[in-house]
């Protein structure tokens, strides 16, 4: 019912940059939580960026600094620009949206199809 189209994915060297984008459609009334996740193999996914429909923004130590997520609600897209990456940033990023379907207005959680982020060395 929910549907996220993830774009942006690619091969880069080690300082440069990287811009994901996360397009939602589908049949719901509200958006509240979109957020980027990412697990490389043998690993938990693990939480990369988050922004609620007011704007404030949560971050994993680990990218602060370097990554800024931020979204257009009017185009329902969640974008996750990536700089300054490093080799320990590989994984397969995960898109994830949180809200009510239309109608029933029941919550719902939807992720992302996946899109691979490699940083060469």
């Known amino acids: 019912q929910v549907q996220l189209v993830e774009s942006g994915g690619g091969l880069v060297q080690a300082g440069g940059s990287l811009r994901l984008s996360c397009a939602a459609s589908g049949s719901f009334s509200s958006i509240t939580v979109m957020g980027w996740y990412r697990q490389v193999p043998g690993k938990q996914r693990e939480l990369v960026a988050i922004?609620?429909?007011?704007?404030?923004?949560n971050y994993a130590d680990s990218v602060k600094g370097r990554f800024t997520i931020s979204r257009d609600n009017a185009k329902n897209t969640v974008y996750l620009q990536m700089n300054s990456l490093k080799p320990e940033d590989t994984a397969v990023y995960y898109c994830n949206t949180l809200g009510k379907l239309s109608v029933t207005y029941r919550p719902f959680v939807s992720w992302g199809q996946g899109t691979q982020v490699t940083v060469s060395s």
């Open positions: 922004i609620n429909n007011s704007g404030t923004t």
